[in-house]
């Protein structure tokens, strides 16, 4: 499997992974790293007890983070939250809301990570 195809099989942009790192060298180096960012088991967390402070942080770094991997359906996502929360913004979702799209950014983090931890060790 190719880095490109990867990509086609986690519903990611590659073209823009590329045009963000330039190689699929420095892609993969990077996607490699997903199964250990903390971002989204700490956003897990945090739906847990609402804290206000780490959803707005954890979801913005994961925002940033699978962004510039043309991962934009997490990154959206995890926008979505990060607005919600973010310092001095009038909150628009019910808690009951913000849970059910942190679900949907588990789910989608979740496969993601399968599909990249397959592509790593493709024998195993």
């Known amino acids: 499997m190719t880095v490109k195809e990867l990509y086609e099989s986690i519903n990611g942009n590659y073209e823009s992974a590329l045009k963000t790192l330039m190689m699929d060298s420095l892609i993969e180096k990077f996607i490699a790293k997903i199964p250990d960012d903390p971002s989204c088991p700490e956003l897990l967390k945090a739906a847990e007890t609402m804290d206000s402070k780490l959803l707005f942080e954890s979801s913005h770094a994961m925002k ?5 991997l043309g991962l934009e359906k997490l990154s ?8 919600e929360f973010r310092p001095g913004h009038e909150r628009s979702m019910s808690d009951e809301a913000v849970k059910e799209k942190i679900e949907e ?8 990570v399968a599909a990249i931890q397959s592509y790593l060790q493709p024998n195993a």
Request: net charge negative; proline share 0%; hydrophobic share 40%.
């Open 64 to 68: 940033g983070v699978y962004a510039n």
């Open 76 to 83: 959206q996502a995890a926008s979505i939250i990060t607005e």
């Open 105 to 112: 950014i588990r789910t989608m983090y979740e496969s993601t």
